[in-house]
T-cell receptor, first 116, second 116 residues
Framework: AQKITQTQPGMFVQEKEAVTLDCTYD???????LFWYKQPSSGEMIFLIY??????QNATEGRYSLNFQKARKSANLVISASQLGDSAMYFC?????????????FGQGTELSVKP | DTEVTQTPKHLVMGMTNKKSLKCEQH?????MYWYKQKAKKPPELMFV???????INESVPSRFSPECPNSSLLNLHLHALQPEDSALYLC???????????????FGEGSRLTVL
């Protein structure tokens, strides 16, 4: 069974500072992908970053980086130089890689508020 | 702009009405998904279609009836819904090529459903 845990219901960060959003996971699949999505109040789920379980390097996408620690089963999202537009819900998610139509399951989410 | 288009964006219906939610993508993706999301909660998977065939049904009540007329379209037919079915309904699509790509889901902006 798969499980994603996000232990921070809400986070505050000052504009221009960095923030880390925590995510731990559990799975029996040998190959899996980890994802972070951003959901503003408008509702759309926006894909931010991906980490494959066999990737040797941590993923980076612009101001987003993923701190992947496979032994600890954690995949924390780091947002550098926070902007007011980063205020949103952030979801960590996981799905098996070699499984057509495999389920993407989500953690409970973290609501990030960026203060000016 | 999202490449997954959902209509309508807002829908209000009575418990005896029959309505449909529509989803369209032109990215050549062969997997399409319906998720239900309550406020401040993570999306919950309802249905997965892979190559126009229903591959996952997460024990969703029969008052929700999915349909995939072709590889670009996904419908969700609604009948005799309950007030607790009020939620944001998200459609998503993904490439399904084993071992290739990240397999991230691309989401639409959702349809906000209110059942009176």
């Amino acid at each position: 069974a798969q499980k994603i845990t996000q232990t921070q219901p809400g986070m505050f960060v000052q504009e221009k500072e960095a923030v880390t959003l925590d995510c731990t996971y559990d799975t029996s699949d040998p190959s899996y992908g980890l994802f972070w999505y951003k959901q503003p109040s408008s509702g759309e789920m926006i894909f931010l970053i991906y980490q494959g379980s066999y990737d040797q390097q941590n993923a980076t996408e612009g101001r987003y980086s993923l701190n992947f620690q496979k032994a600890r089963k954690s995949a924390n999202l780091v947002i550098s130089a926070s902007q007011l537009g980063d205020s949103a819900m952030y979801f960590c998610a996981m799905r098996p890689i070699y499984n057509q139509g495999g389920k993407l399951i989500f953690g409970q989410g973290t609501e990030l508020s960026v203060k000016p | 702009d999202t490449e997954v288009t959902q209509t309508p964006k807002h829908l209000v219906m009575g418990m005896t009405n029959k309505k449909s939610l529509k989803c369209e993508q032109h990215m050549g993706h062969r997997a399409m998904y319906w998720y239900k999301q309550k406020a401040k909660k993570p999306p919950e998977l309802m249905f997965v279609y892979s190559y126009e065939k229903l591959s996952i049904n997460e024990s969703v009540p029969s008052r929700f009836s999915p349909e995939c007329p072709n590889s670009s379209l996904l419908n969700l037919h609604l009948h005799a819904l309950q007030p607790e079915d009020s939620a944001l309904y998200l459609c998503a699509s993904s490439q399904e090529r084993r071992g290739r790509g990240t397999g991230e889901l691309f989401f639409g902006e959702g349809s906000r459903l209110t059942v009176l």
